[in-house]
Nanobody, 125 residues
Framework: VQLQASGGGLVQPGDSLRLSCAAS????????IGWFRQAPGKEREGVSR????????VYADSVKGRFAISRDNAKNTVYLQMSSLKFEDTAVYYC???????????????????WGQGTQVTVHS
């Protein structure tokens, strides 16, 4: 089971980035997938989650209206489109899945078991 997060980079405020989370060794179509981030000195926090079935998505208040999560089951990949980036979005971003299929999860990192390695997003002027 492996999750590979990619797409991070160095951007300016107001820019956009699209992160990808590609799964190998298992299929994503029966699992919820979450995106999380961790800034230096801070706890890991949930950013967004997409459900296993109808693509129902939830977002942290801090990113609502700016970020959009989506999934492409044919490519076994989940995306996080980030727009209007702010300095406070700077963090390492991780994707993760829960242990079981067909479960509804929230944005708590404790609900997730398998984690990707993270991709750095830095917003600077």
């Amino acid at each position: 089971v492996q999750l590979q997060a990619s797409g991070g980079g160095l951007v300016q405020p107001g820019d956009s980035l699209r992160l990808s989370c590609a799964a190998s060794g298992f299929t994503l179509d029966d699992k919820a997938i979450g995106w999380f981030r961790q800034a230096p000195g801070k706890e890991r926090e949930g950013v967004s989650r997409i459900s296993f079935s109808d693509g129902d998505a939830v977002y942290a208040d801090s990113v609502k209206g700016r970020f959009a999560i989506s999934r492409d089951n044919a490519k076994n990949t989940v995306y996080l489109q980030m727009s209007s980036l702010k300095f406070e979005d700077t963090a390492v971003y991780y994707c993760a899945v829960p242990l079981r299929s067909w479960v509804v999860t929230g944005l708590s990192p404790r609900e997730y078991v398998f984690w990707g390695q993270g991709t750095q997003v830095t917003v600077h002027s």
